[in-house]
């Protein structure tokens, strides 16, 4: 992919709560997973699949570098989809060309584990304040059995020059 048309599909997704119209979901999800190769959320497996107006999914695979030492999901896994999906759907909020989100608070209770297969994480803002965006995180199993909830607060911050 060329640099100008990169830029242009930046742009996009930038503004993409803003004008709707300018990207598809295709686009988003695509550049979100591009966007966080060779990091913590890729090791994980961890992949975007749906993208819309106020919400953001994602899936993770439960598998053995996901497990506990007792060969189910790891509180810790959970937790780190939870916080992918709620920083994301942050970005998904802001310009990220003039303000960039940091993590300000997570938690979240385990309520059920799993030992295979896949769990999705979808994440909803439930407060989108200037300065401060609150999400909830919701982890469910493939049979839709809900594993965790998860709440996270992000402070959006003006990028220094």
């Not at 599909?9 to 295709?26: D, G, H």
């Not at 909020?93 to 608070?105: A, K, P, S, Y």
């Not at 584990?113 to 982890?139: C, D, L, Y």
């Amino acid at each position: 992919m060329d640099s100008a048309k990169n830029k242009e599909s930046s742009a996009n997704f930038i503004y993409f709560a803003q004008n709707l119209v300018i990207v598809n979901e295709r686009e988003i999800i695509q550049y979100i997973n591009n966007y966080v190769k060779n990091t913590l959320i890729d090791y994980l497996g961890i992949e975007f699949t749906k993208a819309g107006d106020n919400f953001i999914e994602a899936t993770m695979p439960v598998e053995q570098k996901t497990y506990n030492p007792a060969r189910i999901l790891h509180g810790g896994a959970m937790m780190a989809l939870a916080e992918t999906v709620g920083s994301a759907l942050s970005y998904l909020n802001i310009n990220m060309e003039t303000h960039d989100v940091r993590g300000l608070e997570i938690n979240g209770n385990h309520l059920k584990s799993v030992s295979s297969g896949f769990v999705t994480a979808r994440g909803q803002i439930i407060h989108k304040g200037r300065q401060t965006h609150v999400s909830e995180i919701k982890i469910t199993d493939q049979q839709g059995n809900l594993l965790n909830i998860s709440r996270m607060t992000n402070i959006i911050v003006e990028k220094q020059a």
